[in-house]
């Protein structure tokens, strides 16, 4: 069994409905080497996301832009059939816009994590996967962080950027290395002792067991806790104890 140095934890923050938080991102934001940031498309408005970033920037959190559909009442988990030169510039949009508002805290957008329905979609859609790249080159050679196995890795590391394999602590997993539908009842887990237990043998075996029993081998160089699950914060702080007792810190993969 060989073990990781240090292994990054992102969370997804600055999500704000109709002006009130999603998560409690201050507390977050104290555990989590990364935080995907919303930019307004699928939730979150510029004032909270302003906020989140200016509590990131403190704690030296790195940036990253939650790029999305621009489908609010969905909170961006509906599949939407854009264009793909309307999607490229919805994305290089969303990074631009966030990248502004982080600049005047001091910081920086660093990397992009698509988000909901479109990380999903660009997992086999190579024609919204090529999209989502054309949107992130048109900024500038931004990491992206994708599922492992997605048609978007084979499209990014093509145009020359750096990939990012993500996996998730909370989320269950199909035998393929998909995760299980959000329509499923057994899509999100719960139990902080279980996901810490996962994240634990990511890091340490790069494994995961599926929700068939069947083991999915994840080279992952970042995990993600979703910072609206009821509980996030106590499993993001089990989850890093967990890592601390191995001699695993937590840290950024930039």
């Known amino acids: 069994m060989t073990s990781a140095q240090f292994i990054d934890l992102n969370a997804d923050l ?11 991102d201050a507390a977050m934001i104290c555990v989590v080497s990364s935080a995907n940031t919303a930019c307004g498309f699928h939730a979150g408005d510029p004032h909270d996301i302003a906020k989140t970033l200016e509590a990131a920037a403190e704690r030296g959190v790195t940036i ?56 999903n979609t660009i997992v086999h859609h190579e024609a919204q996967a ?37 996996a998730f602590a909370d989320r269950n997993y199909n035998p393929d290395g998909t995760l299980v539908s959000r329509r499923e009842s057994n899509a999100v887990l719960h139990d902080p002792d279980a996901v810490a237990e996962r994240v634990l043998r990511l890091a340490t075996e790069g494994t995961l067991t599926a929700v068939d029993g069947s083991e999915i081998s994840i080279g992952a160089e970042s995990v993600c806790i979703h910072g609206d699950s009821p509980g996030a914060v106590a499993m993001a702080e089990h989850i890093a104890a967990s890592l601390d007792s191995e001699g695993i810190a937590v840290r950024s993969f930039l």
């Open 14 to 24: 600055g999500e704000s409905n109709a002006g009130n938080p999603v998560s409690d």
């Open 130 to 166: 090529q999209a989502v790249v054309d949107g992130v080159k048109a900024f500038g050679d931004l990491p992206l962080l994708l599922l492992p196995g997605s048609i978007a890795i084979e499209k990014a590391e093509a145009a020359g950027l750096r990939t990012v394999r993500e």
């Open 64 to 119: 990253g832009a939650h790029v999305g559909y621009r489908d609010k009442p969905g909170f961006g988990r509906r599949f939407i059939d854009y264009a793909p030169a309307e999607l490229a510039d919805e994305v290089l949009y969303q990074i631009g816009a966030l990248d502004a508002l982080a600049r005047s805290h001091g910081t920086k957008v660093s990397y992009v994590k698509p988000h909901g329905a479109l990380y």
